[in-house]
């Protein structure tokens, strides 16, 4: 999961909290009907001993919902996007559009990256129309690569990339992390 | 924040996960007309407990209070993991990593002991703040090396360095 989906999901969690939170309190305070009610009404209860036994089956069945969404967020969000596919797009003449991973091209890219004294990690991302793509670079460079050599050759990559591709790139995103230690 | 979301996702789903499975051997033990393996008293209160009731209330104001204080703290403003190098090439520094390399070079300055560096930006200057523990006479030796390490990374402008020396505490 991303950082962006776990923050979507905390922000519907907590307008859930608040949202029950504040009925369950104006119910209480007396601000909206109900406030002499028991929290569980007649009604369920009257529901579970009518319905027995397929009343604990039905709440077994849901149990197990329940158990099947936790692990299937428990796997999700062990899961770190650590390899993003970038997919690129071609418009057809008629309708419709041809869809390219962009694997190979990213990979070609990374490996130019590479090459360059300094630069320890190299992972590239296209995505877009196939002439103009946006490519999004992020590199790790040693403690003694510097900035200036680093931006001169991933400038000059990728516009080596872009002539033996054939595009013009749209937009160029560039993540440098600075290494701490030589190791 | 971003690792706070992520423990307390992991936390809801194991939630989920024991809690769903406890509800489903619990359905399926009264199903069977056997006890199940919640305590018998629950469900007496939840039928005999009113809305009205104070703790009912009080658990209500407590989830209405929780929820406004994890919205207040998702929507606001986080800081961002990249510090733009210039307006517009497309070049951004990595923050954390930033931060680190900087601690390090403030640490390499003789009687400075442990450090660490935060760097803000307002508009397009860097403004590091470093807290660290060493010399308070050593000032303008670590200011020296924060300038020359933020040389070395190409930073923007710079705007003023908050430097925080604590003394080492003497060991009798």
Known sequence: MSNAAHRLLWTVLALLLVGAGGTAWAVGAGRLPGAGVPLVGAGPVRWWRAGAPWSGLAVAVGGLLLALLGQRLLAAARRVPDRLGGTLAHRGDGAGRTRVASGVLTGALERDLLRAPGVRRARVVLTGPVTGPDVWVEVRLAPSAGIGAARAHVDAAVRRFAATVGCRPAHLDVTALVDETSG | ?172
């Open chain 2, 1 to 172: 924040m971003r690792t706070v979301n992520r423990a307390a996702t992991l936390l809801l789903a194991v939630a989920l996960l024991g809690g769903g499975v406890l509800m489903a051997v619990a359905g399926l033990l009264a199903a069977l007309g056997r006890p199940g393996p919640l305590p018998s008293g629950w469900s007496a209160t939840l039928t005999t407990a009113r809305w009205a009731d104070a703790p009912v209330r009080g658990v209500a104001a407590a989830v209405t209070l929780l929820g406004l204080v994890v919205l207040g703290a998702e929507l606001r403003r986080w800081r961002p993991t990249r510090l733009r190098l210039t307006d517009d090439d497309g070049w951004h520094l990595h923050r954390r990593s930033v931060e680190r390399r900087l601690a390090r070079a403030v640490r390499s300055v003789p009687s400075v002991r442990r450090a660490r560096v935060r760097v803000r930006r307002r508009g397009d200057a860097w403004r590091p703040r470093v807290t660290a523990t060493g010399d308070p006479a050593a000032r303008a030796d670590v200011e020296f090396a924060l300038r020359r390490e933020l040389d070395r990374l190409t930073a923007p402008r710079r705007g003023p360095i908050e430097v925080r020396l604590v003394p080492a505490r003497r060991t009798p």
